[in-house]
């Protein structure tokens, strides 16, 4: 079984900062992909960032420039990083990883979601 759990959301002024973080943990052989999806409330849920081993990194236009995602392999964990917040950036963020467990199951998997509020 594998678990995604995320942290890092919050209430932040327009300029400010906040990191996203998302850990998995459980039978976790590979993670091939792993994106930051956000929905905000009455719209469809975008890809706001999104990497994959060995291949390129993708950002949605709105973000670039104050957006970074990154991973550390060794504690299968993804970060969205995001500097010079907006009030169009509230939403509900969510990771996303695709995987590969012990048991050789794989598809993707989603994290609970973490509320980020901008505002003053």
């Known amino acids: 079984q594998v678990q995604l759990v995320e942290s890092g959301g919050g209430l932040v002024q327009p300029g400010g900062s906040l990191r996203l973080s998302c850990v998995a943990s459980?039978?976790?052989?590979?993670?091939?992909?792993m994106g930051w999806y956000r929905q905000a409330p009455g719209q469809e849920r975008e890809l706001v960032a999104h990497m994959s081993t060995g291949g390129p990194t993708n950002y949605a236009d709105s973000v670039k420039g104050r957006f970074t995602i990154s991973r550390d392999n060794a504690k299968n964990t993804v970060f969205l990083q995001m500097n010079s917040l907006k009030p169009d950036d509230t939403a509900v963020y969510y990771c996303?990883?695709?995987?590969?467990?012990?048991?050789?199951?794989?598809?993707?998997?989603w994290g609970q979601g973490t509320q980020v509020t901008v505002s003053s």
């Open positions: 459980g039978s976790i052989l590979s993670i091939s992909a």
């Open positions: 996303n990883l695709r995987l590969a467990t012990i048991i050789g199951v794989r598809g993707d998997y």
